[in-house]
């Protein structure tokens, strides 16, 4: 079974930066389509990033041109480099497949805030 092990959030300036990174657990990870998904309060969960296993990327319009998702298949991980990071940005962000297809993890909280 999948899991997943997000880190790397934090309390940061608008204007600032944090790349985010999530561990799998298994060894079927290079197969999927694996996501940046964020959850802010009072919202709902909702997909940012999304990188393919041949490392095609789609990002949200909200987020681009700011965040960059990458992956390492040999580490299991997907990471998130976030730049010029705005007070929108706070949430909770959490990765998993796309489309979904394992329980979630625990999230990292990013608070964008002067």
């Known amino acids: 079974q999948v899991q997943f092990v997000e880190s790397g959030g934090g309390l940061v300036q608008p204007g600032g930066s944090l790349t985010l990174s999530c561990v799998a657990s298994g060894s079927i990870f290079s197969i999927y389509t694996m996501g940046w998904y964020r959850q802010a309060p009072g919202k709902q969960r909702a997909l940012v990033a999304l990188i393919t296993r041949s490392d095609s990327i789609n990002y949200g319009d909200s987020v681009k041109g700011r965040f960059t998702i990458s992956r390492d298949n040999a580490k299991n991980t997907v990471y998130l480099h976030m730049n010029s990071l705005k007070p929108e940005d706070t949430a909770v962000y959490f990765c998993?497949?796309?489309?979904?297809?394992?329980?979630w993890g625990q999230g990292t909280q990013v608070t964008v805030s002067s």
């Open positions: 998993n497949t796309v489309p979904l297809t394992r329980q």
